[in-house]
Nanobody, 115 residues
Framework: QVQLVESGGGLVQPGGSLRLSCAVSGSIFSFSAMGWYRQAPGKQREAVATITRVGNRNYADSAKGRFTISRDDAKSTLYLQMNSLKPDDTAVYYC?????????WGQGTQVTVSS
C-alpha cells in the first residue's frame, strides 16, 4: 500500500514563502507523474503543479513564476516551493502520485496566507 505524507504547511504572511514536502513510501520512480493539488473552502480541488518521471513540469496559471515543483527520487519525496504567496493561495494542499483519477493521495497540509 502506497502512503503519501505531506508536511511544510502553515501560516505565512502575504509575500512569504513555504516549502511543502511529500514523503512517499516506496519508490516514486514507478509513478509516471506526480503532482500538487489544492482545495480552498467552497471550491473544487484544482491542480497546482505536476511533474513527470523525466522531469517535465506543468503549472497552473496562478502558480507560474511563483511555485516550483521538484522531485528527489532517491529520497522518494516530492516538493513544492512556493514564493510570493498571496491570500488566494490559502487552501489545503494535497500530493498525488500516479494521476488524480485513480492515483494515490496524501492527507493534505493546510496553507494559510494572511496578515
Amino acid at each position: 500500500q502506497v502512503q503519501l505524507v505531506e508536511s511544510g504547511g502553515g501560516l505565512v504572511q502575504p509575500g512569504g514563502s513555504l516549502r511543502l514536502s511529500c514523503a512517499v513510501s516506496g519508490s516514486i520512480f514507478s509513478f509516471s507523474a506526480m503532482g500538487w493539488y489544492r482545495q480552498a473552502p467552497g471550491k473544487q480541488r484544482e491542480a497546482v503543479a505536476t511533474i513527470t518521471r523525466v522531469g517535465n513540469r506543468n503549472y497552473a496559471d496562478s502558480a507560474k513564476g511563483r511555485f516550483t515543483i521538484s522531485r528527489d527520487d532517491a529520497k522518494s519525496t516530492l516538493y513544492l516551493q512556493m514564493n510570493s504567496l498571496k491570500p488566494d493561495d490559502t487552501a489545503v494542499y494535497y500530493c498525488n502520485a500516479g494521476n488524480p483519477v485513480n492515483g494515490y493521495w496524501g492527507q493534505g497540509t493546510q496553507v494559510t496566507v494572511s496578515s
